[in-house]
């Protein structure tokens, strides 16, 4: 679906972590990996995290998640998401996606706010907004809720890295710059990998020093283990802080890449029954995995037919509200994140898939595609 790609300065980076013995949590990489992430993205500060749900923990926790808070998250998401919000304590609220990005519906959210301010009932402290597969997320009305109402914003950013907005308040920046914080991962299939990993990115001086704070298990700094409160063990190793830095060399090409890929495939697929992914006049998604919406609804069936012929295919996410853990959940209710999972498929999408192979792809699901009607 999505493999990791080590053609660049990987192995001599771990070497240089091996030669000088730093292989855990200190180290040069950890620092120059943070510099020049939050270089590329744009963003003043940026601390490394031992995977992107730690980053989202972290984040969500210095922004003011906690008992007795409520956060709003978007129901089409992978687990994670969530399960962050829950570390914290607080109640999570879960919003139904648009149809035009997949993403969290934020003028329904928007809307809902301002109807339960005006007669003074509760509203969310924070939002989590997520960037599905590689497309940002409309993020304006969620601005609007912080300037009228204070409520802090966390990016989801982990599947779009390198994504931008082109028009609007947030034009020419890249995802998870524009909110409070901004949260990354880089697991083993995200466009660079650093094996497990994740980056908290903000604006703000005072949220970056509690976020590395907590990170490093809230040790005073110059004390002799004195830790003034309950922090975590999410530091990123030097080890794989050498390998984003040799990723983040690598990734203006695989971006260029997956916009490729994402161009073959919607000239391949334009006359199958199916809904190609979205892409908004407004927007430049980085397509991290190239999902379609089947007209015949049987994305299983789908999966079942490309496997048997070699091809890695996979449905997408059950809604979060669909999880036994957040069944009775609030939620702003609406059909599209059930309609994305009933229809969803994502396609192979690594950097490396040849044109050769991406057309047997495209080949092969339309004769699944002709079987199953």
């Not at 939050?38 to 749900?53: E, I, K, L, Q, R």
């Not at 709003?72 to 609220?93: C, M, P, Q, R, W």
């Not at 034009?171 to 995200?190: E, W």
């Amino acid at each position: 679906m999505s493999e990791p790609s080590f053609d660049g300065n990987e192995a001599a980076y771990l070497k240089e972590c091996l030669d000088s013995g730093y292989v855990s949590s200190v180290g040069a990489f950890v620092d120059r990996f943070e510099r020049e992430f939050a270089a590329w993205v744009g963003s003043p500060y940026a601390v490394a995290c031992a995977s992107g749900t730690a980053a989202l923990h972290v984040a969500l926790r210095v922004a003011g998640a906690g008992v007795g808070r409520l956060v709003a998250v978007s129901d089409f998401t992978f687990i994670a998401s969530a399960n962050a919000v829950s570390y914290t304590g607080a109640t999570v609220l879960l919003v139904d996606s648009e149809p035009r990005t997949w993403n969290m519906d934020t003028e329904l959210l928007r809307d809902h706010v301002i109807r339960q301010a005006a007669r003074g009932a509760r509203i969310p402290d924070l939002v989590e907004v997520v960037h599905v597969l590689g497309h940002p997320a409309d993020i304006e009305p969620l601005l609007e809720l912080r300037n009228r109402f204070g409520i802090r914003i966390v990016e989801d950013a982990a599947e779009a890295l390198g994504a931008t907005w082109y028009r609007g308040m947030p034009a020419g920046k890249s995802a998870g710059t524009v909110g409070d914080l901004g949260c990354y991962s880089f697991n083993g299939n995200k466009i660079i990998t650093t094996g497990a990993g994740g980056m908290i990115t903000t604006g703000d001086p005072d949220l970056a020093a509690r976020a590395r704070h907590l990170t490093t298990q809230a040790k005073v700094p110059a004390s002799s283990y004195v830790h003034d409160e309950v922090g975590y063990n999410y530091r990123l190793s030097n080890l794989s802080a050498g390998l984003g830095v040799a990723q983040l060399e690598q990734l203006d090409e695989r971006i260029r890449l997956k916009r490729a890929i994402a161009r073959r495939y919607a000239e391949q697929l334009g006359e199958l029954p199916l809904r190609l992914p979205p892409h908004c006049e407004w927007a430049d998604p980085t397509y991290w995995l190239y999902s379609v919406l089947l007209d015949a609804e049987a994305p299983d069936t789908v999966v079942a037919r490309l496997a048997s012929v070699d091809v890695e295919a996979r449905t997408v996410w059950r809604p979060i509200h669909r999880q036994p853990p957040y069944a009775y959940t609030p939620r702003l209710r609406g059909s599209v994140a059930d309609s994305l999972h009933q229809r969803g498929l994502s396609l192979p999408s690594s950097v490396q898939l040849t044109p050769e192979q991406q057309r047997r792809v495209s080949t092969e699901l339309a004769s699944a595609l002709a079987d199953n009607g």
